[in-house]
């Protein structure tokens, strides 16, 4: 299993229960070695900052589900990574779709769902009137999505789950593959009981996807950097600084 955190802000809903009642998304995410299971609630801006900032340095995934915009997590983001935040222009253009289909004028309240840090790769969707975004750094990458829960599992199936396989399995590729109906019971035996043999062989290819990683070089935690290039000398504790 890969070791990771879900940081629930204020959403009144859980992203597992959401992928449980979403039998083929989370088998996807099944075999990457994910599924959700490890929440925390948080509602307050300082315990957000306390909570990126420890599990950055544990986790090689961290997922923010935002829906909570008074704790301004894309600033904290931004701030706690040294990553001044941008209008991201891909985001922004879906977010005009999305507005634009609805009847609705853009404004600039209504695009601050395109901002996100410098370097992110963005979770975009026509069908969102928010973007989320993946940070990916050595040993670690930091995700968030945002809104209802419709588009969190927008924002989850046709961004989060391509850009993670491409970043724990680099190489790999995804493909829409037509089935014809006569055959949809055959080839869906066959890749349930495949599904579970490659499950198995890309856990031991990961080589190590359970360890404990440390986050690189930002204000959430920081990693000795003889170590990071393959030094022998001992890592340096370094307590993370907080932001506030």
Do not use: W
Not at 122 to 127: A, F, I, K, M, V
């Amino acid at each position: 299993m890969v070791n990771h955190k879900v940081l629930l802000l204020d959403t009144g809903y859980s992203l597992y229960r959401l992928m449980q009642q979403n039998p083929t998304l989370r088998e996807e995410f099944e075999l990457l070695g994910l599924d959700f299971s490890d929440e925390v609630m948080v509602s307050d801006r300082s315990r957000l900052i306390e909570q990126i900032s420890a599990s950055v340095r544990s986790c090689q995934l961290v997922l923010l589900v935002d829906h909570a915009p008074q704790l301004r997590a894309r600033e904290i983001l931004a701030q706690g990574f040294n990553k001044p935040l941008h209008q991201n222009e891909r985001a922004a253009a879906d977010i005009r779709k999305y507005l634009g289909n609805q009847g609705r004028m853009p404004s600039d309240r209504l695009l601050q769902g395109a901002m996100m840090p410098q370097d992110a790769l963005p979770l975009s969707d026509p069908g969102c009137g928010q973007a989320g975004f993946v940070l990916f750094f050595p040993n670690t990458c930091v995700a968030l999505v945002s809104g209802s829960a419709q588009e969190v599992l927008r924002q989850v199936a046709n961004g989060l789950f391509g850009a993670l396989l491409r970043h724990f399995y680099p190489g790999a590729v995804t493909a829409d593959i037509p089935i014809r109906a006569d055959k949809r019971e055959a080839v869906e035996d066959y890749i349930e009981r495949g599904g579970k043999a490659l499950l198995q062989l890309l856990q031991q290819l990961s080589g190590g996807f359970g360890q404990r990683v440390r986050a690189g070089q930002h204000l959430f935690g920081r990693r000795d950097q003889g170590i990071a290039r393959g030094g022998k000398k001992a890592a340096e504790k370094v307590q993370p600084r907080q932001l506030y």
